[in-house]
């Protein structure tokens, strides 16, 4: 069974903070994602990893920087947390093949105060 | 023309209507075509992948027109269970596998 993990369901952080997002994935899938999901906004890609150390950016990138070390691990950073990245946070993995499926991880709800 | 647009809905139908749910698409490249369900605060999942001849999955059709470029999705007998958000979804043309969401389209099946 295909599992993708987020490190946290719930956050709370500082304005200013330095905020790490971890996501992981069991099924050595190529393809990682971030997405953010804003109600009236849908899902917005902020980064995308199709290999180790590879990485594009999204649609909504700014203020975000992330980590692919590890093929199954690929984490987002807010370097200086602000109260508009309040929101869902969601990570997903695909075999990177065409017509294949997308696991999402359960999410993390993250709130800058 | 933004890269996908979605029926915003909400679509408030009665148990055993039929619905439909349109998407259109901007990126002609566009290889993969896919609908996800999101049940409230959970995570989307896949509900079926669209094909060019088109696919059915008891209830659910789905239809991919490249000409017009536009994905449908149609739900016979809608149930209770099949309230929920539905997500229109392709794969970008350019980048290797980036998948790109529509903002949804939140069905709601009443009694």
């Known amino acids: 069974d295909v599992k993708v993990t987020q490190s946290s369901r719930y956050l709370v952080k500082r304005t200013g903070e330095k905020v790490f997002l971890e996501c992981v994935q069991d099924m050595d899938h190529e393809n990682m994602f971030w997405y953010r999901q804003d109600p009236g906004l849908g899902l917005r890609l902020i980064y995308f990893s199709y290999d180790v150390k590879m990485k594009e950016k999204g649609d909504i990138p700014e203020g975000y920087s992330v980590s692919r070390e590890k093929k199954e691990r690929f984490s987002l950073i807010l370097e200086s947390a602000s109260t508009n990245q309040t929101s869902m946070y969601l990570c997903?993995?695909?075999?990177?093949?065409?017509?294949?499926?997308?696991?999402f991880g359960q999410g993390t709800r993250l709130t800058v105060v | 023309r933004k890269e996908v647009e979605q029926d915003p809905g909400p679509f408030n139908v009665p148990e055993g209507a039929t619905v439909a749910f349109n998407c259109t698409y901007s990126?002609?490249?566009?290889?993969?075509f896919f609908w996800y369900r999101q049940d409230c605060r959970k995570e989307p999942k896949l509900l079926m992948s669209?094909?060019?001849s088109g696919n059915e999955d008891g209830r659910f059709t789905a239809q991919l027109n490249r000409a017009s470029q536009y994905i449908s999705l149609l739900i016979r007998d809608s149930k209770l269970s099949d309230s929920a958000t539905y997500l229109c979804v392709f794969e970008s043309g350019g980048s290797q596998g980036n998948l790109i969401f529509g903002k949804g389209t939140k069905l709601s099946v009443k009694p």
């Open positions: 997903a993995s695909s075999p990177g093949e065409p017509d294949t499926e997308a696991f």
């Open positions: 669209v094909y060019s």
């Open positions: 990126n002609s490249a566009s290889q993969s």
